[in-house]
């Protein structure tokens, strides 16, 4: 998301950060065979570490992205309030192949880490038509001044 952000001239106007839902993973490296397909597809996810979202940070935030339900419903579960809830939403809803009525588990981008290196290359491709999606809105929204 951090390269359509700066690819789309918006790096000054929106900040893009990463973090999970559990805490089992923090201060790691992104696992290696995603670091390999990152690579591979010309991004650097070597520098990656895992950390866990705050709920501290909803004032600060307009927009949290879930990769899948399950995320998504953790974090409003962790939103102070409506408002904060609101600001949640799965990645792949920004996806323009997905517009329309889809069913939450059809938003969902699984996890591939007990697949083979190929779901991986899948995963990231879903990611990326919707980073597409998002950054086309965020352009979209940030023209009109919203």
Known sequence: MRSRIESA????????????????HIGEHADRRAVHVLAAHGYDGSTHRARQFDP?????????????????????IWAPDDAQRAKVHLLRSFDP?????????????????YDGPEAFDEIL???EAACDGLTARLTTMLAVGL
Do not use: N
């Open 9 to 24: 001239g918006l790096a000054e106007l929106v900040d893009v950060d990463s973090a999970g839902t559990g805490d089992w």
């Open 56 to 76: 501290a940070w909803f004032p600060e935030l307009d927009l949290v992205v879930a990769l899948d339900g399950g995320h998504a419903r953790t974090v409003q």
């Open 97 to 113: 192949q997905f517009a329309g009525d889809r069913l939450p588990a059809e938003l969902d981008i699984r996890d591939p880490y």
């Open 125 to 127: 491709g879903q990611i």
